[in-house]
Nanobody, 116 residues
Framework: EIQLVESGGGLVQAGGSLRLSCATS????????IGWFRQAPGKEREGVSY????????YYTDSVKGRFTISSDNAKKAVYLQMVNLKPEDTAVYYC?????????WGQGTQVTVSS
């Protein structure tokens, strides 16, 4: 079974930066796309960014473009989300997710709190 473990969340002031990590147990890492999602209190979970490992193509939701950068380390089988110029509205639990053969695999989440 695929396992994903997020880390790197924390409390930061507006304008600050954090780098989230998603460690995976995926064997054929290059065959996957891995995404970051977030869920704020009282809101639905939303997609933030994803990366297709095979060609490095990326996607960002409009609200984070220019502030967040997704990347991967194929040797470590990990995906990262560098977040700069954080805003209070970025406060949420951040999850990484992948899909294989129709099944979704989620991490446990890491809390990001941005104070104003």
């Amino acid at each position: 079974e695929i396992q994903l473990v997020e880390s790197g969340g924390g409390l930061v002031q507006a304008g600050g930066s954090l780098r989230l990590s998603c460690a995976t147990s995926i064997f054929t890492f290059e065959d996957y796309a891995i995404g970051w999602f977030r869920q704020a209190p009282g809101k639905e979970r939303e997609g933030v960014s994803y990366i297709r490992i095979s060609d490095g193509s990326t996607y960002y939701t409009d609200s984070v473009k220019g502030r967040f950068t997704i990347s991967s380390d194929n040797a470590k089988k990990a995906v990262y989300l560098q977040m700069v110029n954080l805003k209070p509205e970025d406060t949420a639990v951040y999850y990484c997710k992948t899909r294989w053969k129709g099944n979704d695999f989620w991490g446990q989440g890491t809390q990001v709190t941005v104070s104003s």
